[in-house]
């Protein structure tokens, strides 16, 4: 199960690096390749996105990346194959990201069933809170799958403890408010809001929005168990072309 | 399902919102039947739990219900009118056709319905600064409007094209005060304003407001939308009962999100009687990416926050929406008509850009009405259904705006059919 292979790499490891790439961008032979640099500058796991056209939580990085690679044909289907062929070839736990009606339109437990058929850990799906999500938590479950929750400065003591409770694997904290890849301050109101999440939550806590350097990842060693790194890999790949992704992330560490 | 029985006993204060809460959809949680809820990334789920919570509140307290209709009275001109179309209906020898005159509201559409209550409760809750998108500029230009008059600033996303289509209204606007920010991501259109200002929303929920255009989004946004805008139709059974002596035989209004519909519709629904028709448009064909007929040809999905009828493509993304009418150009719609709709309560209808057209040019000179071109479509219904309906029978349009935001587009592409 996706919990204890953290706990364990955590052992070894001060902090777990969670990379993410939109399936299909810039196309789908350089997003293999993407996952494969990934794979091999050391990342612990890693959110493969299955492509949306209003990504209601993601920036305007993730949102270009998205459109561009529903142009180019990226389709659920295709994505469970670029899935499994991922699965296949490296060693690491992968996790679906995606928004509710891509998985509505599938059939809930038609999409668990086959994620569990490909070898996936688990899920994100940051428009889908448990309240509205009971069917997609019984499928998961009967699939041995992880959904993920999220957890946000706003949300109160009492909601973590209720999204931890529904959650497995671990807990995803977004760093701030807003969409993903924009600027966080890695420094005190942070840490307050951090310790408030260790003290709810009994599962592993990753953390992301605006994760982009080294400092921010040594910043978050001690305070989290794993660092996301989500839009800031796929501007590097828009500036400097996939092959760079890979020396990014072994300096991350 | 059954709706309570309300319309009894609200001729005392048939334009009051203060039997708001005799109304009993949605559940709690935001539910019309298994439509609607709220699908939104945790960092929303807080500041929707105050709206909820604040709105609860304040829709029962006397000063705010006496604000608000004060307002309704004194600044938008509340009630409409209504306006029998005896030149129309004489010409097409059927069905008697009535208007509710929306478009003579202030700032010309029924919009300013829920952007003054809308205003208002952001007001009270401290917030500073309206946020929304509009597609044809109308909710807007009445958004921005409340947000002048109540000393709140105003942020208005629109896409490029409908800026381009809707150049009156995107003046209107900026003289009013508000700052309109153009959205040329994706198809440059209604669906894409929404992301825009979600995605704005998202940065600050703490002082700013969402004062979403329409019955759409997540809980509580349909259900307090519908509730500002009801008063449409609880003013018009009572003066359609003084013109005819009983309330109308047909209700048509056009369906884009649904606010106007649901505003004429909400106070008729029990009265089992009255049929009721809400017209989507089907632009230039019911192919994909060529109408907005979402009820007609759509199947339940998630959108922006809410589970309701969606134009969308075997893999769950929405398709490419198109009508004449930039109000009507989405590719979801209310939760309460999707419910609505599987109920048999309500039937939807289509009326393509051409019929739409007709019935812009038609209304203007044989009543000297202009109406909007949303609002066209369901008058270009009710001219078909005067037809069948025949004499002795009468229909009630809601006659959701006027049409000068869109004579200088209209002319351009159409003028010369119309001898113009």
């Known amino acids: 199960m996706l919990e204890s292979y953290i706990k364990q790499r955590l052992q070894t490891k001060d902090i777990l690096l969670m990379t993410h790439i939109v399936i299909g961008y810039p196309s789908f032979k350089e997003s293999m390749q993407v996952v494969e640099q990934m794979v091999d500058a050391g990342v612990d796991m890693m959110e493969l996105q299955i492509p949306f056209s209003e990504p209601m939580a993601d920036g305007p990085v993730i949102l270009k990346a998205n459109q561009d690679a529903l142009k180019k044909g990226a389709r659920v289907n295709n994505c469970f194959k670029f899935a499994e062929d991922a699965v296949k070839k490296f060693k690491i736990p992968f996790l679906f990201m995606s928004y509710y009606n891509i998985l509505f339109k599938y059939g809930v437990e038609k999409f668990a069933e086959k994620m569990a058929e490909t070898g996936l850990k688990g899920a994100i799906v940051p428009d889908l809170p448990p309240e509205e999500g009971k069917d997609y938590a019984i499928s998961?479950?009967?699939?041995?799958?992880?959904?993920?929750?999220?957890?946000?400065?706003?949300?109160?003591?009492?909601?973590?403890?209720?999204?931890?409770?529904?959650?497995?694997?671990?807990?995803?904290?977004?760093?701030?408010?807003?969409?993903?890849?924009?600027?966080?301050?890695?420094?005190?109101?942070?840490?307050?809001?951090?310790?408030?999440?260790?003290?709810?939550v009994n599962l592993p806590l990753a953390v992301g929005f605006g994760v982009k350097n080294r400092a921010d990842v040594e910043y978050l060693t001690g305070r989290a168990d794993i660092a996301v790194i989500g839009s800031e890999t796929i501007r590097i790949v828009n500036r400097d072309g996939s092959g760079a992704v890979g020396e990014f992330l072994k300096n991350l560490r | 399902m059954t709706y309570k029985n309300s319309s009894e006993n609200c001729t005392e204060n048939s334009n009051e919102i203060s039997d708001l809460e005799k109304v009993e959809l949605p559940d709690r949680n935001g539910w019309f039947g298994e439509y609607g809820g709220s699908y939104v990334?945790?960092?929303?789920?807080?500041?929707?739990?105050?709206?909820?919570?604040?709105?609860?509140?304040?829709?029962?307290?006397?000063?705010?219900?006496?604000?608000?209709?004060?307002?309704?009275?004194?600044?938008?001109?509340?009630?409409?009118?209504?306006?029998?179309?005896?030149?129309?209906?004489?010409?097409?020898?059927?069905?008697?056709?009535?208007?509710?005159?929306?478009?003579?509201?202030?700032?010309?559409?029924?919009?300013?319905?829920?952007?003054?209550g809308e205003a208002l409760l952001a007001k009270k809750m401290g917030k500073k600064k309206l946020i929304a998108e509009t597609g044809a500029g109308q909710h807007g230009v009445a958004l921005a409007t409340a947000a002048s008059l109540l000393g709140l600033k105003c942020d208005i996303y629109m896409g490029d094209i409908d800026i381009k289509k809707e150049h009156p209204n995107v003046v209107r606007m900026k003289i009013l005060g508000a700052r309109v920010v153009p959205v040329s991501r994706g198809t440059k259109t209604l669906k894409d304003a929404v992301d825009a200002a979600f995605e704005a929303y998202l940065k600050d929920p703490d002082s700013q407001f969402y004062g979403i255009g329409s019955v759409v989004g997540p809980h509580p946004f349909p259900m307090m939308v519908r509730d500002f805008q009801k008063v449409v139709g609880m003013e018009a059974k009572e003066q359609f009962k003084e013109i005819t002596g009983k309330i109308p035989d047909n209700l048509v209004a056009c369906v884009g999100g649904g606010s106007n519909a649901i505003g004429l519709f909400t106070a008729f629904l029990n009265d089992t009687n009255v049929n009721i028709y809400g017209v989507e448009p089907s632009g230039l064909s019911f192919k994909d990416g060529e109408h907005a007929a979402t009820l007609t040809l759509g199947k339940p999905g998630i959108l922006h926050g809410f589970k309701s009828y969606?134009?969308?493509?075997?893999?769950?993304?929405?398709?490419?929406?198109?009508?004449?009418?930039?109000?009507?150009?989405?590719?979801?719609?209310?939760?309460?008509?999707?419910?609505?709709?599987?109920?048999?309560?309500?039937?939807?209808?289509?009326?393509?850009?051409?019929?739409?057209?007709?019935?812009?040019?038609?209304?203007?000179?044989?009543?000297?009405?202009?109406?909007?071109?949303?609002?066209?479509?369901?008058?270009?219904?009710?001219?078909?259904?005067?037809?069948?309906?025949?004499?002795?029978?009468?229909?009630?349009?809601?006659?959701?705006?006027?049409?000068?935001?869109?004579?200088?587009?209209?002319?351009?592409a159409y003028g010369k059919n119309y001898d113009c």
């Open chain 2, 310 to 412: 969606l134009l969308q493509d075997k893999n769950g993304d929405p398709l490419p929406v198109y009508s004449v009418a930039s109000g009507l150009d989405y590719p979801g719609v209310g939760p309460q008509h999707s419910l609505l709709k599987d109920m048999g309560r309500i039937t939807y209808v289509t009326i393509n850009d051409k019929e739409a057209i007709d019935a812009f040019f038609e209304l203007s000179r044989t009543e000297g009405i202009i109406p909007a071109v949303e609002s066209a479509h369901a008058v270009a219904y009710a001219v078909k259904l005067a037809k069948t309906e025949g004499k002795g029978k009468n229909l009630l349009v809601n006659l959701s705006g006027r049409g000068d935001k869109d004579i200088d587009f209209i002319i351009e």
């Open chain 2, 41 to 116: 990334p945790e960092q929303l789920q807080k500041v929707l739990d105050d709206i909820t919570q604040s709105y609860e509140k304040i829709k029962k307290d006397p000063t705010f219900i006496a604000e608000l209709r004060d307002l309704n009275q004194h600044y938008s001109g509340r009630p409409s009118p209504i306006f029998y179309c005896k030149n129309l209906s004489e010409k097409i020898g059927g069905a008697d056709i009535y208007l509710k005159r929306e478009d003579l509201n202030h700032t010309g559409a029924h919009k300013i319905n829920h952007c003054l």
């Open chain 1, 140 to 200: 998961m479950g009967k699939n041995h799958l992880s959904p993920i929750y999220i957890i946000s400065p706003t949300t109160c003591d009492q909601r973590m403890t209720y999204l931890a409770s529904k959650g497995s694997g671990f807990i995803y904290c977004v760093a701030r408010k807003g969409v993903t890849g924009g600027q966080t301050e890695f420094s005190g109101g942070l840490e307050d809001y951090l310790k408030k999440c260790r003290r709810a």
